[in-house]
């Protein structure tokens, strides 16, 4: 397993062991002249500081199950970047088909290009083991593409076991993140995501190709649904078998177009056996008719449990498609329109700081939504469930016992 070094002004003909004999370019990457390629569980490194521009990266090799190639930085200072200077990279600034495998992106600032920045497409294939994780990832100018894209490509492929952890994602002209035609086992978690002209993440379908065994949980995201097309922080039409919980959606202060916290179906897409649960929404600004905390439609065998809504226009639709819809648990208050399948609490729930920065929604001692709700199978404490995200005052979150979890 070797590790090799890449910066500016260096040469892709020496042996790119160490700094003083670092490449110039990773190989794969536009303008690459080597000869080497990297095999499992070797490293391949950029210098902190430095910056490559219209060098797009599309690795052409692959590491294994367990020793995966790692694509990283070294040296002090700010994140290496790569820069598509707004051109075009339809197909991904960084680009993933099938065939490259077991590749690990982590501690990278990419940024700025007309459409997508990292793409990761099953063309007739498999693309699997990817990891995208403690990057910064910004900027792109064409309305309609997004910054992170997997997809399986319409049944012609599959992307899957991917990771998308603990990025930070912002100024998207569309999606932040779409998941869909097929991937499975997608974990999306503790990314903060925000400054998005439309979904923060989109699982959309096109109705015969569906996405599955999507795991998203602990992001933050805010400042959603700034385009007339409105959108929502977690929008999932055709997807099946899923979690989503312990979401932040916040902050969205467009009061024209529909805001969604989280949008499961819509566009006559059904979503199946979906659970939504102990999510936080507050501050959605949005009075158009299509605003609401959470929005349910044509969804089958789905479960939305122990969410809190706060300080919202609305707070829940349930549109009457759905089938077999467990709504339990949930606790919205200080919102204008509660609706009939989430409508506000009668008096204060007694959060121990819903006005905060964050805010927190952890019940005082004294809360009259403590043993208020009733037996879904998560675990709780004393005689029966707390309503809302938390259970009980001491501010013990929920733990689920069957989260989707894969290597």
């Known amino acids: 397993m070797a590790?090799?070094?890449?910066?500016?002004?260096?040469?892709?003909?020496?042996?790119?062991?160490d700094d003083t004999n670092a490449w110039a370019h990773a190989p794969g990457q536009a303008g690459w002249t080597g000869s080497v390629t990297p095999g499992a569980g070797d490293s391949v490194l950029f210098k902190r500081g430095d910056t490559w521009t219209n060098q797009a990266l599309i690795p052409l090799y692959s590491g294994t199950v367990g020793n995966q190639i790692t694509f990283g930085a070294y040296g002090s200072g700010v994140l290496p970047i790569l820069d598509g200077n707004g051109g075009d990279y339809s197909t991904g600034l960084?680009?993933?088909?099938?065939g490259q495998d077991y590749l690990t992106f982590e501690y990278l600032e990419i940024r700025n290009v007309g459409k997508s920045l990292f793409v990761i497409r099953g063309n007739a294939g498999t693309v699997q083991g990817i990891r995208l994780q403690n990057c910064t990832i910004h900027d792109n100018n064409?309305?309609?593409?997004e910054l992170i894209a997997v997809a399986g490509i319409a049944g012609n492929g599959t992307a899957t076991a991917i990771k998308i952890l603990n990025n930070l994602i912002y100024d998207c002209t569309w999606n932040a993140i779409k998941i869909n035609r097929g991937a499975?086992?997608?974990?999306?978690?503790?990314?903060?995501?925000?400054?998005?002209?439309?979904?923060g993440i989109d699982t959309l379908g096109d109705g015969s190709y569906y996405s599955a065994y999507l795991d998203i949980h602990d992001n933050d995201i805010y400042n959603i649904a700034l385009s007339t097309s409105g959108g929502a922080g977690i929008y999932t039409p055709g997807l099946n078998d899923s979690e989503i919980y312990e979401n932040d959606i916040h902050?969205?202060?467009n009061l024209t177009y529909g805001q969604n916290g989280i949008k499961c179906g819509q566009q006559a897409i059904p979503c199946n056996r979906i659970t939504v649960r102990n999510n936080r929404?507050?501050?959605l600004a949005g009075v158009h008719a299509n605003s609401n905390a959470l929005w349910f439609d044509h969804n089958t065998d789905s479960n939305v449990w122990n969410n809190t809504v706060y300080n919202c226009y609305r707070t829940m639709m349930d549109d009457g498609t759905n089938t077999a819809l467990s709504n339990e648990n949930n606790l919205a208050y200080a919102c204008t329109n509660g609706t009939a399948s989430l409508a506000n609490y009668g008096s204060d729930p007694k959060f121990i700081d819903p006005t905060g920065t964050p805010p927190d929604f952890h019940l005082q001692f004294n809360s009259p939504v403590i043993d208020q709700g009733v037996d879904v199978g998560l675990p709780y404490n004393d005689t029966a469930p707390d309503l809302g995200a938390y259970e009980c005052f001491i501010g013990l979150?929920?733990?689920?016992s069957t989260r989707l979890r894969f290597t």
Do not use: M, R
């Open 397 to 400: 979150s929920w733990s689920f």
């Open 3 to 17: 590790t090799y070094y890449v910066k500016n002004g260096g040469n892709d003909s020496a042996t790119g062991l």
């Open 94 to 98: 960084i680009s993933l088909i099938a």
């Open 142 to 145: 064409t309305a309609g593409y």
């Open 281 to 283: 929404i507050w501050k």
């Open 184 to 199: 499975t086992y997608v974990e999306v978690a503790n990314n903060t995501i925000h400054t998005c002209q439309h979904n």
């Open 251 to 253: 902050d969205c202060p």
